[in-house]
């Protein structure tokens, strides 16, 4: 009997009852989800007075932001693969467990190079924790429970994304002088430490399988390829990609000779890190994870021109920067949940709707942030983002949900994690890029920085609009398939079948 389908399937069978602690389980993950990516923001507005405390440099300091940023991307795959062969729950509490400690020690770090290599450990812990997030939804859920539940996760990216600043702002208004920014980890002690003995208590068991050899090869091709990618990204700030710009030919080279390797290991009928059957034979997995990583362009970017135009063009604190994009959170928050009850019914729709929607919102935005007064700029951009964050929410949560849907439960740990690690890719291109072209055009433009962020926004909306081509396409293919009577299930049934 699956042992998956008895944490959350309906087979008929007694002994495959959905787990009746689930939804508390979910909480935990939620939140453990909800602290590892806060992490990913909230530690960018504290940069400043970490770097007079320690009396670090400037490239040291970017360390502590991009050194987290680089662990966490390099480890998903392998982790989800890992969580995969060994157990979810397993790694999940064994990567939260790290997770609260490195954040203890670069809370009491005496030194630069203490925080720095905290961070880093910190950054690998919290990637093994993302993947064991999507994949033990998948074998918790099962149909419209599902998609309620991707909601709620989808809901957590949104929220914790937008309001890092908000609550790294407030944390060190609270925390007075430069010590303050120690607490932006050490709240996470207590959290985490709750959320492991919940997480000990109410996450599923499920009995180990056979052993399985772990593709360290493809392992190797695929950290190196994506480190190759987003190092240049990561330290775009000072001039990373000038300096390493042999970085992404080299990258790119690597994941070809990856996605060749992982070909070999499936025809072999091995266990390769990533089935490229999961492109090819999975309905709805390669257009999902295009949309994710082309979406994760301009929302992750976005967040950075607002700061600077808020903060260095208006004078707002930190906190009042983030106060004044928080509408875009609260909208995106309440949509994710509805939207995770809706997307059984409405299907890749629902994402093209959230696009449009996301569109009408931030191009309102960059109007009004060109043209408003200084002294009511934030009033009046407040519904517009509101109306971008509803469309948002009707993008990622959907996208997982149809993304992961027909994935194999078994691979669910390695295909989360892949999809995971494009929205970091993606998101890593569009930090880097909106804010060298926010920079870029003040230097052109006499310090102009109604137009830069203008521009910049501009930009993000591109790779919005990129991201709807690519859902209009595949909701216009599915809605064909079925006018001709196709099967809506995944295509590749030996696939399933046949690697368990």
Avoid at 398 to 415: E, H, I, Q
Avoid at 424 to 442: H, K, N, Q, S
Wanted: with cysteine; charged share 15%.
């Amino acid at each position: 009997m699956n042992t998956d389908a008895r944490a959350g399937g309906r087979t008929g069978d007694p002994a495959d009852a959905p787990d009746l602690r689930r939804w508390k389980a979910l909480w935990v993950t939620l939140t453990t989800g909800f602290m590892s990516l806060l992490d990913v923001t909230i530690v960018a507005v504290a940069l400043p007075s970490m770097q007079r405390e320690l009396n670090a440099s400037a490239a040291s300091v970017q360390w502590v932001v991009s050194g987290y940023a680089l662990a966490f991307a390099l480890v998903l795959v392998p982790a989800g693969r890992l969580g995969d062969a060994v157990g979810r729950r397993r790694i999940f509490l064994g990567a939260l467990a790290g997770f609260v400690l490195c954040s203890a020690a670069a809370g009491a770090a005496p030194t630069i190079a203490w925080l720095v290599v905290a961070r880093i450990v910190q950054g690998a812990c919290a990637g093994c924790l993302a993947p064991q997030n999507s994949a033990l939804i998948q074998q918790m859920f099962r149909g419209a429970e599902r998609g309620r539940a991707f909601g709620l996760f989808g809901a957590t990216v949104g929220i914790s994304s937008a309001l890092g600043p908000v609550i790294g702002g407030l944390i060190l208004a609270l925390a007075h002088g430069d010590q303050g920014w120690r607490w932006i980890f050490y709240v996470n002690v207590p959290v985490g430490a709750i959320a492991l003995l919940l997480g000990v208590r109410l996450l599923p068991r499920v009995a180990p399988g056979r052993r399985e050899r772990l593709d360290l090869p493809g392992t190797a091709l695929l950290g190196a390829g994506v480190l190759g990618l987003m190092l240049p990204l990561a330290f775009a700030e000072s001039g990373g990609v000038h300096r390493l710009w042999w970085l992404f030919p080299a990258g790119a080279l690597l994941l070809v000779l990856f996605v060749r390797w992982e070909r070999r290991v499936a025809a072999d009928e091995g266990r390769p890190l990533l089935d490229p059957r999961l492109l090819t034979g999975t309905r709805g997995y390669a257009p999902g994870a295009a949309l994710g990583a082309l979406y994760f362009v301009g929302f992750s970017g976005v967040w950075l021109v607002f700061a600077l135009f808020f903060q260095n063009g208006l004078g707002y604190t930190p906190l009042e920067s983030g106060l004044a994009v928080t509408p875009f959170a609260i909208g995106s928050a309440g949509a994710a949940v509805i939207a995770g009850r809706l997307v059984e019914r409405f299907g890749r729709l629902l994402t093209v709707w959230g696009l449009v929607t996301v569109l009408m919102g931030l191009t309102a935005t960059a109007l009004i942030l060109r043209t408003a007064p200084p002294d009511t700029v934030a009033w009046l951009a407040a519904p517009a983002l509101f109306v971008g964050g509803l469309g948002s929410g009707c993008v990622i949560s959907p996208n997982v949900t149809m993304t992961l849907r027909d994935v194999p439960v078994r691979m669910a740990g390695a295909a989360g994690g892949a999809l995971q690690t494009g929205q970091r890719l993606g998101g890593a291109v569009g930090t880097a890029a909106l804010p060298g072209l926010f920079y870029l055009v003040l230097a052109a433009d006499g310090r102009n920085y109604r137009t830069a962020v203008f521009l910049s926004v501009a930009f993000a909306l591109v790779a919005v609009l990129a991201a709807l081509a690519v859902a209009f396409l595949d909701w216009h293919r599915d809605r064909h398939r079925r006018g001709r009577g196709g099967p809506r299930q995944v295509r590749a049934g030996h696939f399933s079948a046949s690697r368990g």
